[in-house]
Nanobody, 117 residues
Framework: QVQLVESGGGLVQPGGSLRLSCAAS????????MGWYRQAPGKQRELVAA???????NYADSVKGRFTISRDNAKNTVYLQMNSLKPEDTAVYFC???????????WGQGTQVTVSS
């Protein structure tokens, strides 16, 4: 059974930083395509960043240069480092795992990120 557990969300002031973690079990993060998505109230869930098994990364235009996705294979954990946070980054952030064929295997439960002064 695949399980993804996010942590690291919270309240931060504009311009601040947070690091989200996604601890995986039942799947090897260095093989799967791991992604971070977010969903703000009243909006659709959107892809924020993803990293493939081969290490290729892609980012939403709105977070390029501010967010970095990475993984620790030894800990089987994926991270999202978020810098220069803006109020519009406020959302529930979800970890996602996809197979090599792009099929979603699992979602995490989500972690709330609130950017406000």
């Amino acid at each position: 059974q695949v399980q993804l557990v996010e942590s690291g969300g919270g309240l931060v002031q504009p311009g601040g930083s947070l690091r989200l973690s996604c601890a995986a079990s039942g799947i090897i993060v260095s093989i799967a395509t791991m992604g971070w998505y977010r969903q703000a109230p009243g909006k659709q869930r959107e892809l924020v960043a993803a990293i493939t098994g081969g290490g290729s990364r892609n980012y939403a235009d709105s977070v390029k240069g501010r967010f970095t996705i990475s993984r620790d294979n030894a800990k089987n954990t994926v991270y999202l480092q978020m810098n220069s946070l803006k109020p519009e980054d406020t959302a529930v952030y979800f970890c996602n795992a996809k197979s090599e064929y792009g099929i979603t295997i699992a979602w995490g439960q989500g972690t709330q990120v609130t950017v406000s002064s």
